[in-house]
């Protein structure tokens, strides 16, 4: 006997999603649900199986159905998929970045490049990627924005690749609440 799993989205009312259908060429002959979410931050969108996701009567909700038994280990990463995307809309996701250690700094050049000073001999130079905006604060912190969730987290972890904290001194680029523990001298 096959369980239903079922999860009930309410909109916002400044959301509007609207359901599509489509064939996807990498899995043959199955279809797809196309999801496209448009919000007061702009639009977003995403793939789901089709037997997945299910518009209900009332305008402002849809219905995340799990009927196919193979289908429901993934049940939390498609409702996360869509929490994600109604959040994205809305409010947008932001992360924050420190630059700690002498002489670390950094100018954003325009709108699609960053300049970072990091304590080596030459200046490191970061595209920003479309659909994320990045505010310097000031030259030592920075803050990554965007609606979609993925490319936010993605960008301000690449930043911080560029120098990540030192396990002795602590300098580099860090997340604004993250505390690296520092070793001990020898």
């Given at each position: 006997?096959?369980?239903?799993?079922?999860?009930?989205?309410?909109?916002?009312?400044?959301?509007?999603?609207?359901?599509?259908?489509?064939?996807?060429?990498?899995?043959?002959?199955?279809?797809?649900?196309?999801?496209?979410?448009?919000?007061?931050?702009?639009?977003?969108?995403t793939t789901i199986p089709q037997e997945i996701v299910k518009?209900?009567?009332?305008?402002?909700?849809?219905?995340?159905?799990?009927?196919?038994?193979?289908?429901?280990?993934?049940q939390p990463v498609y409702q996360s998929m869509i929490q994600?995307?109604?959040?994205?809309?809305?409010?947008?996701?932001?992360?924050?970045?420190?630059?700690?250690?002498?002489?670390?700094?950094?100018?954003?050049?325009?709108?699609?490049?960053?300049?970072?000073?990091?304590?080596?001999?030459?200046?490191?130079?970061?595209?920003?990627?479309?659909?994320?905006?990045?505010?310097?604060?000031?030259?030592?912190?920075?803050?990554?924005?965007?609606?979609?969730?993925?490319?936010?987290?993605?960008?301000?972890?690449?930043?911080?690749?560029?120098?990540?904290?030192?396990?002795?001194?602590?300098?580099?680029?860090?997340?604004?609440?993250?505390?690296?523990k520092l070793k001990t001298k020898r």
């Amino acid at each position: 006997m096959t369980s239903t799993i079922s999860k009930l989205f309410s909109l916002p009312t400044n959301v509007q999603v609207t359901l599509s259908l489509s064939s996807c060429q990498k899995q043959g002959k199955s279809l797809t649900t196309h999801l496209t979410f448009q919000g007061p931050n702009g639009s977003i969108s995403t793939t789901i199986p089709q037997e997945i996701v299910k518009q209900t009567k009332e305008a402002r909700e849809f219905l995340c159905i799990l009927a196919n038994p193979c289908c429901k280990p993934y049940q939390p990463v498609y409702q996360s998929m869509i929490q994600n995307c109604i959040l994205g809309v809305t409010t947008g996701f932001t992360k924050e970045l420190l630059l700690v250690g002498v002489g670390y700094k950094v100018d954003k050049i325009d709108d699609t490049l960053l300049s970072f000073k990091l304590g080596k001999s030459h200046l490191v130079s970061f595209p920003i990627p479309e659909k994320v905006t990045v505010d310097c604060i000031s030259p030592t912190h920075l803050r990554v924005q965007g609606i979609n969730k993925q490319l936010v987290y993605q960008t301000a972890s690449t930043i911080r690749f560029l120098a990540k904290p030192d396990a002795y001194r602590g300098k580099g680029i860090r997340y604004l609440q993250e505390n690296p523990k520092l070793k001990t001298k020898r």
